[in-house]
């Protein structure tokens, strides 16, 4: 079993990150529509925090800022929704597969979960069958599900199929979840469309879509590329021309501001996954505009 | 023999090596199957994946492209394929055989002409017959030897036909001429009297042109035109009967013309017919009947004997079919190529 939570951690720990871990954790804990009115302790203020749950007197006494921390009135599990069609086993980038990075972002959501003592659960799938791990707490857990995310991606399965899944999720999931979805689609249609406002109503829906390589990078002129879902290669030839290039581009551009406006629409909050480096980035503007949609 | 080409017939055109063509296009079958098996197959190990590769695929440029590739791709193939058959066919040597046939009609014909005075005319006249018959002949070889006292060669049997109707041309000049006492005609005549008192012996003049055959180890129908007056002067080492004999042996046969004036002396005409008829040959008078012609019917019929000698054959190397099929390939490739190299000139990034 290979170790993906320790691989995260060591990430979130670099020291560059530091103040996005503690970031992150704020944010967290700010999603949390039902926080119970039990006073449980304080801690010093991160970023993100919200700033009503901020003790002003105790601040005062402690000169640093201090916000008061709840024990929640019931638990708020995380369900992992990964879509693990083969279109995932490709490259994200020159350097990263798209599997790593959705397992890193899983890994990251499910660990800010686990921190905070909340069950994490998995709801994965393809066009041909999906499957769930039930929620449960704790890092060993956690890391299993990322096992499972990780085994269940190759470039040998099925196409992936997110209304399916979500389909899925609305059919065996009934109490109220944070819903984490982890896609690649590049268009979302008006089934799934009206899926995620369906699923929006019953859970915190966050949506994160992981992005595809550019085949016509010059960073991957030399490589050979070979199309997931048609298990053709991408002649070389073809991805050193410059229009192309271009017309890529715009393509992937128009597509990617088309989901944001459909998304926008249903009022889900989502953000793009460019890589691993910016995956915590990508989560923390999740985090915060989810909290900023809600309050509205 | 003056165009050797002319008398070469093709026979066929054939592989020298049927067996290295037909090597060499199943194995050109053979790559074509194993490259589309190949390539055609599995995507490639060591390659990444790339994801909703589609949205390149709808891309008008993309179709642009790959339409653009297919032309060229097809045109590279045919130019391939081109130059291919063609480097086949050359590695299969096409050869043209060709064959000599060597049955032509073998006769051997000798003029032999009295070139005493009084037989001037008759002798222009049988040369003039003989000019107007060389052009329809193919084979024979003509030779023309004068003799009064001695016999001496004007030219010895040839085919060189233009070279024959010129000499016979320029006998028929010096005959012709009517006066026998004209420096035309005593040039010409020069050496066939070296004794005044033997003078006009058919007998020796007949041995003579017996002798001037030569092969005589070819099968050959050999005959021979005497014209003469049978007024011999002096005595010959040859007896009219004894040439008559010796050509017989020889297996020659002598048709006879005789001058008109012959016919005033009926002993020397009757040697002479007697003579001709030893030999198996015609004999007639000038003037009578046209006498000339008769003669070259009678050469007409004389039975040509086709030897047997195996027709010569030379094979030779047809390369040309083979190099510009292969050139029309390889200029074809280097065409396309260029313009391969052109589009994806126009097509590279501006700043890599």
């Known amino acids: ?296 | 023999m003056s165009d050797m080409s002319v008398g070469w017939q093709s026979e066929d055109v054939a592989l020298r090596w049927p067996w290295l063509v037909v090597a060499l296009i199943a194995l050109v079958v053979v790559l074509l199957v194993w490259w589309g098996v190949v390539r055609g197959g599995r995507p490639p190990a060591g390659a990444a994946y790339v994801a909703h590769a589609t949205r390149l695929r709808s891309l008008p440029r993309y179709q642009a492209l790959v339409q653009q590739r297919r032309v060229i791709g097809v045109l590279v193939s045919i130019a391939a394929l081109v130059t291919a058959a063609g480097a086949i066919v050359l590695a299969g040597r096409v050869q043209e055989r060709q064959t000599l046939e060597q049955n032509d009609r073998t006769r051997d014909i000798m003029l032999c002409l009295d070139a005493s005075g009084s037989m001037a005319e008759v002798d222009a006249d049988v040369l003039r017959e003989f000019r107007t018959i060389v052009d329809g002949l193919q084979g024979e070889r003509i030779g023309l030897t004068i003799w009064s006292g001695v016999a001496i060669t004007i030219f010895p049997l040839t085919d060189d036909y233009d070279y024959v109707v010129d000499q016979l041309a320029e006998a028929e000049a010096a005959f012709a001429s009517g006066d026998v006492h004209s420096d035309d005609y005593a040039l010409y005549t020069a050496g066939t009297v070296i004794d005044w008192d033997v003078q006009s012996q058919l007998g020796d003049g007949l041995a003579s042109c017996v002798q001037r055959f030569d092969r005589r180890d070819e099968d050959r129908s050999r005959a021979i035109v005497l014209a003469s007056d049978n007024e011999p002067l002096g005595e010959g080492i040859f007896t009219v009967e004894e040439a008559a004999e010796f050509a017989a042996d020889e297996e020659v046969v002598v048709h006879g013309i005789a001058a008109p004036l012959t016919a005033d002396r009926p002993r020397a005409e009757q040697q002479f017919a007697e003579a001709m008829s030893t030999t198996g040959g015609s004999f007639s008078l000038l003037g009578e009947d046209g006498s000339a012609a008769a003669v070259v019917e009678a050469i007409g019929e004389l039975e040509a004997v086709e030897i047997d000698r195996p027709p010569l054959a030379q094979v030779l190397d047809r390369p040309t079919a083979g190099t510009l099929l292969a050139g029309l390939g390889l200029a074809g490739l280097v065409l396309v190529w260029i313009a391969e190299a052109i589009l994806a000139f126009r097509g590279r990034r501006r700043t890599p």
């Open chain 1, 1 to 296: 079993m290979t170790a993906h939570l320790t691989r995260i951690k060591t990430r979130l720990s670099i020291h560059a990150h530091r103040k996005v871990r503690g970031l992150l954790e704020g944010d967290y804990a700010a999603i949390h529509v039902g926080r119970g009115m039990d006073f449980n302790d304080l801690r010093s203020y991160v970023r993100g925090d919200d700033v009503k749950d901020i003790d002003w007197k105790a601040s005062a006494r402690a000169r640093q800022l201090l916000v008061k921390r709840y024990v929640a009135e019931r638990k708020h599990t995380v369900l992992l929704c990964v879509s693990t069609g083969r279109s995932m086993a490709a490259m994200n980038d020159a350097a990263v597969d798209k599997r790593d990075l959705a397992v890193f972002v899983s890994g990251v959501m499910g660990l800010l979960a686990v921190q905070h003592g909340d069950p994490v659960g998995l709801v994965h799938g393809n066009s041909l069958d999906q499957h769930s791990q039930p929620a449960k707490s704790g890092e060993l857990h956690l890391e299993r599900l990322l096992g499972v995310v990780h085994g269940a991606i190759g470039p040998g399965s099925p196409a992936g199929d997110l209304p399916a899944l979500l389909r899925y999720v609305v059919r065996t999931v009934r109490r109220q979840t944070i819903l984490v979805v982890v896609t690649d689609d590049t268009s979302l249609s008006e089934d799934t469309v009206d899926l995620m406002r369906r699923l929006s109503v019953q859970h915190e829906v966050l949506f994160l879509t992981i992005g595809d390589l550019d085949p016509t990078l010059p960073s991957v002129a030399d490589r050979r590329l070979v199309d997931v879902d048609a298990g053709v290669e991408i002649p070389r030839w073809l991805r050193r021309d410059a229009p192309l290039s271009r017309e890529y581009a715009e393509l992937v551009a128009s597509e990617d501001l088309q989901l944001r406006r459909r998304l926008d629409q249903v009022g889900v909050v989502h953000e793009r996954v460019a890589d691993t480096d910016g995956a915590i980035t990508a989560i923390h503007r999740l985090l915060e505009r989810h909290r900023h949609a809600r309050r509205r």
